[in-house]
């Protein structure tokens, strides 16, 4: 079946710019996350959703990043203002059950802020 | 707070090899420990999963081990091959306070398998 989908896949954006990230989960999977993977470091846990809330939001760097999901399916990360440091890899993942199930991820955007 | 680390942080071993990829964690406390595959351009794959009840889980020519008293996982890989030269990434679920979905990652070893 399909796997988790994200685009775009390469987003080059100005300094102090708005970006969207989409990320398409497998279909049935209730759990979903968002990491950051900045050049030379591990990935970063972002935020967690269970169906369409999110009960941990922990990760957000900062005021300027804020996310959604719908229909228990697609997410939006979206990052306003985008400063240098936020260039990075922003991989979205899923999974049935969120306590011990195996989290299946995308392929990533690769955000670059000039 | 939950810290993972990866020993090598590159490797790069003749085809045909025996190699094992060290990955140590602060927090014994943990749900379960993932190890992936990092290529580049298609994200990670995920290789093995070991539940904190279990010791080891066999895939193929990969195995996977976790000693969660000393914080402790090994990833073996037998009779290496040039299509296995990627980064692989460990990742650990929970800790002492934590949270029982969110993956804590190591910075991941770089392998290199030469023809």
């Known amino acids: 079946g399909a796997g988790v989908s994200q685009s775009p896949s390469n987003k080059v954006t100005e300094k102090g710019k708005d970006v969207e990230l989409r990320c398409d989960p497998i279909s049935g999977h209730t759990a979903l996350y968002w990491y950051r993977q900045r050049l030379g470091q591990g990935l970063e846990f972002l935020i967690y959703?269970?169906?369409?809330?999110?009960?941990?939001k922990s990760g957000l760097p900062s005021d300027r990043f804020s996310a959604e999901r719908t229909g228990e399916s697609v997410s939006t990360l979206t990052i306003q203002r985008t400063q240098q440091e936020d260039s990075a890899v922003y991989l979205c993942?899923?999974?049935?059950?969120?306590?011990?199930?195996?989290?299946?991820f995308g392929p990533g955007t690769r955000l670059t802020v000039l | 707070k939950q810290e993972v680390t990866q020993i090598p942080a590159a490797l790069s071993v003749p085809e045909g090899e025996n190699l094992v990829l060290n990955c140590s964690f602060t927090?014994?406390?943990?749900?379960?420990l993932q190890w992936f595959r990092q290529d580049p351009g298609k994200g990670l794959t995920s290789l093995l999963l070991i539940q904190s009840s279990q010791r080891e889980q066999t895939s193929g020519r990969l195995n996977a081990s976790l000693d969660k008293s000393s914080g402790r996982s090994t990833l073996y890989i037998a009779a290496s091959q040039p299509g296995d030269s990627a980064t692989y990434l460990c990742?650990?679920?929970?800790?002492?306070?934590?949270?029982?979905?969110?993956?804590?990652f190591g910075k991941g070893t770089l392998l290199t398998v030469n023809p």
């Open positions: 959703f269970q169906g369409n809330s999110a009960p941990d």
């Open positions: 993942a899923s999974s049935l059950d969120p306590g011990t199930d195996t989290q299946y």
């Open positions: 990742a650990v679920r929970g800790g002492s306070g934590g949270s029982n979905y969110k993956l804590t």
């Open positions: 927090d014994s406390a943990i749900y379960n």
